[in-house]
């Protein structure tokens, strides 16, 4: 498994912008899928970003495309979300998550999960 440990979140004003940051260490960091995903009070956890072990495809919810990027440094075994013109409706804790699997969208495919960073966007 790969240990992650999120950073980044806080409180931002509707319109704001945020970076994410997640650091990795233990299994090898750059053979991994990497993702986002975020889950709200009352609401199941849901896929947010995510992007290939080289960096090459990325892949996003429809609801923070053009919004969000997510991107990778395996130098550094660090994956990143920028996060612009934020919404109310992205408050959430966002989690970072590791996976070998070809399941991008959903959580199963990923075996490896930060504690989260709490993101939140005032009206």
């Known amino acids: 498994q790969v240990q992650l440990v999120e950073s980044g979140g806080g409180l931002v004003q509707a319109g704001g912008s945020l970076r994410l940051s997640c650091a990795a260490s233990?299994?090898?960091?750059?053979?991994?899928?990497l993702g986002w995903f975020r889950q709200a009070p009352g609401k199941e956890r849901e896929f947010v970003a995510a992007i290939t072990w080289n960096g090459v495809f990325t892949y996003y919810a429809d609801s923070v495309k053009g919004r969000f990027t997510i991107s990778r440094d395996n130098a550094k075994n660090t994956v990143y979300l920028q996060m612009k013109s934020l919404k109310p409706e992205d408050t959430a804790l966002y989690y970072c998550?590791?996976?070998?699997?070809?399941?991008?969208?959903?959580?199963?495919?990923?075996?490896?999960w930060g504690q989260g960073t709490q993101v939140t966007v005032s009206s």
């Open positions: 998550a590791a996976g070998l699997g070809t399941i991008v969208r959903d959580p199963v495919g990923y075996d490896s």
């Open positions: 233990g299994r090898t960091f750059s053979s991994n899928r």
